[in-house]
């Protein structure tokens, strides 16, 4: 007898779109292609790295066309999904009109400004940061009086790896980093004392399944993550049911279909505070295309097209080591001495002119444990520029 085709799911071989064409969506369209899935990927960047490996690159040059690329996505494509926080949520709007857009709008909308995420967070009584809104530099004395100093200022929407945001340290610093932000909206909040950075995975599909993936614990450099190892230490493992709590809390409030990543500080004191939200796949979530079995990429694919969430499942210690365009300060890296190594994979996402700061790839090492998967993933970086 022949068995029933879930209406709600969209079959391999359809077509799905993402918007944006950085490396996220490049890496969800290898995820997507593998499955037997044509994807559409909106990016006015002609030789962005998802529109090198897509089956159709809307490239639009001006508004109008714009309009008219999306639409058409929209009605070409079973379902859309994101790879870039900062997509006009009116793009995410008028393409809902035409087909499943997961996430949606709404929860875009919220993730895209500080200040809404931060009282969403507040209103299901989720930790996070002390903070309030700032619109001129007497607002932030104000705030950096009732907080202390340090404090952190971050435009309320649109940065990320460092950008529009500062630490800073004192009043008579705050006036010169005010001028740099450029805003006339800004949170500041509250600096903690904290013994880790972890974010982790959470996916929900329409029927209601949520999976989440372990803890990942994040190291950063000038504010760009730069190397995230799983399992992460004993210590910190006795945050993963509070940390799975509060991802299955935010993605069931906000009804959210797809895969998103929360990002979290452990506090000195013992708290695990919410640090951002990111309505996508996330840059520390890449040492799962070889350490799990169900990537974080194809996840997204799954929760997009509403097919079974499997429990992710770690099959090796694992560490990421980002590649950023520093590594080219000496000419060519030496691949070479990364690929003679059985247990390194190299992804690098086809972008044409590095910059120091600018993400080109990533490494990922396994090892026996997470330490040892650190210490050959930084090995192997520091030897492609010798």
Not at 12 to 40: C, D, E, K, N, T
Not at 266 to 291: C, F, K, M, Q, Y
Not at 336 to 365: D, F
Request: with cysteine; charged share 20%.
């Amino acid at each position: 007898m022949r068995q029933e085709r879930n209406s709600s799911v969209v079959y391999p071989s359809s077509w799905i779109g993402v918007l944006g064409g950085g490396q996220l969506g490049r890496m969800f369209v290898h995820a997507a292609q593998r499955m037997g899935y044509h994807v559409q990927v909106f990016d006015p960047e002609p030789n962005c790295p998802a529109g090198q490996a897509a089956d159709l690159h809307l490239c639009p040059g001006d508004p109008s066309q714009a309009q008219n690329d999306l639409i058409r996505m929209a009605n070409e494509c079973a379902a859309i999904t994101l790879e870039f926080e900062n997509v006009d949520v009116d793009y995410v709007s008028q393409a809902a009109k035409h087909t499943c857009t997961r996430p949606s709008a709404q929860f875009l909308a919220v993730c895209q400004d500080r200040i809404l995420e931060k009282k969403s967070m507040r209103d299901l009584l989720i930790p996070t940061t002390s903070f309030v809104h700032c619109s001129d530099a007497r607002e932030a004395q104000d705030a950096g009086m009732q907080f202390g100093w340090p404090l952190v200022l971050k435009t309320t929407r649109s940065g990320y790896d460092g950008k529009g945001q500062f630490i800073v340290r004192s009043a008579e610093e705050l006036q010169l980093r005010w001028s740099q932000l450029n805003s006339n909206s800004v949170i500041a909040e509250q600096w903690v004392e904290y013994i880790a950075e972890v974010s982790m995975l959470v996916a929900r599909n329409a029927n209601e399944e949520v999976v989440t993936y372990p803890l990942f614990e994040n190291s950063h450099h000038n504010h760009i993550l730069d190397i995230t190892r799983c399992p992460v230490s004993e210590e910190l493992q006795t945050f993963e049911n509070q940390a799975q709590n509060i991802c299955k809390t935010i993605v069931k409030s906000f009804d959210v279909q797809g895969l998103i990543c929360v990002e979290f500080f452990i506090t000195r004191d013992g708290r695990l505070l919410v640090n951002e939200i990111a309505p996508r796949p996330h840059n520390s979530g890449h040492l799962t295309i070889e350490a799990f079995e169900c990537s974080q990429f194809e996840m997204q694919v799954r929760s997009l097209c509403n097919l079974p969430l499997p429990t992710p499942e770690q099959l090796k210690p694992a560490a990421m080591a980002n590649l950023l365009g520093d590594v080219w300060t000496k000419g060519i890296p030496k691949w070479e001495n990364v690929l003679c190594h059985p247990h390194a994979h190299l992804h690098l996402y086809g972008k044409q002119q590095p910059r120091p700061g600018r993400k080109m790839g990533h490494l990922t090492c396994l090892a026996d444990t997470a330490q040892e998967a650190v210490d050959l993933a930084v090995q192997l970086r520091e030897r492609l520029a010798q």
